[in-house]
């Protein structure tokens, strides 16, 4: 059986795996799953139409499922998707999804969700991702895998936070976020690529290279949006296949990148 504190609600469609983890004064709502060696510590609300994967920890007064804070949503079942090997630390709230989106919020695996973060309704978090303490996601929000989100940022809807990217803390997104760069600021620029996440992660200097030279290209060269692809499709990307993640932020933007 799993196990489960006596002082827990749990509702009686919820789906728990049996090596799961509830703990004292949590509540489990209707049509709730989850998975293997899950823990909710202590006074952690999943409230309904919620799938979590395993090895998940929830910490205290983390709000998980709650409808989404849109006055377009009318009752409609919503979801919120979370994979595996997830840290969601304390008064995190995450909101499921609305009908006129997807009706999704998804969240990868192996991110960190520092105290107090928001994420609205129908975000999309990929994996190994930190969000540190009061980040602020809000609706229809796209961050991608490997970033880091400096405390106490905020993040307009319909942006997208791109790969290995790093926001400093306090900082204002309104726009796309390019893959590798830094920003920070209110409203958030451009202060080049984050190196020292590439170094950690035992890229080679001719990688990281190349990548500071498509960097230069295109916020820095003065050409056009229409020149800086060409020039990296042409030039740098036979050397360097990452540089590909680059051009995908500059065609795939809504919002255009934040400069």
Same mark, same amino acid.
């Given at each position: 059986?799993?196990?489960?504190?006596?002082?827990?609600?749990?509702?009686?469609?919820?789906?728990?795996?049996?090596?799961?983890?509830?703990?004292?004064?949590?509540?489990?709502?209707?049509?709730?799953? $989850? #998975?293997? @060696?899950?823990? =909710?510590?202590?006074?952690?609300? !999943?409230?309904?139409?919620?799938? &979590? +994967?395993? *090895? %998940?920890?929830?910490?205290?007064?983390?709000?998980?499922?709650?409808?989404?804070?849109?006055?377009?949503?009318?009752?409609?079942?919503?979801?919120?998707?979370?994979?595996?090997?997830?840290?969601?630390?304390?008064?995190?709230?995450?909101?499921?999804?609305?009908?006129?989106?997807?009706?999704?919020?998804? $969240? #990868?695996? @192996?991110?960190? =969700?520092?105290?107090?973060?928001? !994420?609205?309704?129908?975000?999309? &978090? +990929?994996? *190994? %991702?930190?969000?540190?303490?009061?980040?602020?996601?809000?609706?229809?929000?796209?961050?991608?895998?490997?970033?880091?989100?400096?405390?106490?940022?905020?993040?307009?809807?319909?942006?997208?936070?791109?790969?290995?990217?790093?926001?400093?803390?306090?900082?204002?997104?309104?726009?796309?976020?390019?893959?590798?760069?830094?920003?920070?600021?209110?409203?958030?620029?451009?202060?080049?690529?984050?190196?020292?996440?590439?170094?950690?992660?035992?890229?080679?200097?001719?990688?990281?290279?190349?990548?500071?030279?498509?960097?230069?290209?295109?916020?820095?060269?003065?050409?056009?949006?229409?020149?800086?692809?060409?020039?990296?499709?042409?030039?740098?990307?036979?050397?360097?296949?990452?540089?590909?993640?680059?051009?995908?932020?500059?065609?795939?933007?809504?919002?255009?990148?934040?400069?």
């Amino acid at each position: 059986m799993s196990q489960i504190h006596p002082t827990a609600l749990i509702s009686p469609s919820a789906q728990i795996d049996e090596t799961a983890i509830i703990g004292p004064y949590c509540i489990v709502g209707d049509e709730v799953s $989850i #998975g293997a @060696h899950t823990v =909710l510590h202590r006074h952690v609300v !999943v409230t309904r139409l919620t799938r &979590i +994967g395993a *090895h %998940n920890q929830f910490y205290q007064f983390a709000s998980v499922g709650e409808d989404p804070q849109d006055l377009k949503y009318a009752g409609e079942r919503t979801w919120l998707e979370i994979g595996d090997h997830n840290t969601i630390r304390e008064a995190c709230s995450l909101h499921r999804g609305t009908a006129q989106d997807g009706g999704l919020t998804k $969240i #990868g695996c @192996h991110n960190l =969700l520092m105290v107090n973060t928001h !994420v609205a309704h129908d975000c999309v &978090i +990929g994996d *190994h %991702n930190v969000l540190a303490n009061n980040v602020g996601v809000a609706g229809h929000v796209s961050i991608g895998n490997h970033t880091i989100i400096g405390g106490n940022s905020g993040i307009h809807q319909f942006c997208t936070v791109d790969d290995y990217s790093l926001v400093g803390g306090a900082s204002l997104i309104l726009k796309d976020v390019a893959a590798f760069t830094m920003v920070s600021g209110n409203p958030a620029k451009t202060h080049g690529m984050n190196v020292e996440g590439m170094r950690r992660k035992g890229w080679s200097k001719e990688t990281i290279n190349a990548l500071r030279q498509a960097y230069r290209v295109i916020f820095r060269s003065g050409l056009t949006t229409v020149q800086a692809l060409e020039t990296l499709n042409n030039e740098l990307l036979p050397q360097e296949p990452k540089i590909q993640l680059l051009i995908d932020s500059l065609q795939n933007s809504r919002r255009g990148v934040v400069r």
